[in-house]
């Protein structure tokens, strides 16, 4: 894999981000991608779906600017770190429109295949604060993201034991870490 080819790919993949463009950040992605969101519980499985889950972050937040502060690429894998900002202004998971605006950081890992085309991925971050950010929940506790979260969690967490005891392991791809 080409790092030049990579760092490339990952400007490419930013400034989508950065102008609201889902088609573009999908656009190196695998058709049969499997993509890993905390927020969103079970597994993305391929293109369209992690189109779909980028075009509502997009929606609900159309201002959305995203910042890489660090990134590192050790042979097929690339890490990054980011801080993204913007304003609740459309209907995300179900909540509707805050008008609030927000900073939250994370981290995305991504595995490539030999052409450098994302076959696998998963972007850690934390929703809660976010949630906290947006006035959904305050510091004492939930009160809105309870009904979305709590039984959400519990019928995720059930279905990926029950996909993981299929499977043999966390993940389907022989090209996963968690695979070998």
């Known amino acids: 894999m080409n790092r030049r080819r990579v760092l490339a790919q990952a400007d490419e993949v930013l400034a989508a981000w950065n102008r609201g463009d889902a088609a573009g950040v999908v656009a190196n992605v695998a058709d049969d991608v499997i993509w890993r969101d905390v927020a969103l519980g079970l597994p993305l499985q391929g293109r ?6 980028t075009r509502a972050y997009m929606t609900a937040f159309p201002d959305l600017r995203v910042t ?7 042979g097929q894998r690339v890490a990054q770190e980011w801080t993204s900002t913007g304003t609740h202004q459309g209907e995300l998971m179900g909540m509707s429109p805050t008008g609030r605006w927000i900073e939250n950081y994370g981290a995305m890992i991504v595995t490539c295949d030999d052409d450098g085309v994302v076959i696998e991925g998963a972007v850690y971050w934390n929703p809660l604060a976010m949630f906290r950010q947006l006035g959904l929940i305050d510091q004492a506790g939930p009160t809105v993201a309870t009904k979305m979260s709590a039984s959400r969690a519990v019928v995720a967490t059930a279905a990926r034991a029950a ?10 791809r022989k090209s996963s870490p968690a695979a070998t």
């Not at 369209?48 to 889950?53: D, G, N």
């Not at 890489?68 to 050790?74: A, P, R």
């Open 163 to 172: 996909r993981a005891a299929q499977s043999g392991g966390a993940s389907t």
């Open 68 to 74: 890489v502060n660090s990134m590192t690429i050790d």
């Open 48 to 53: 369209a779906a992690l189109e779909q889950a």
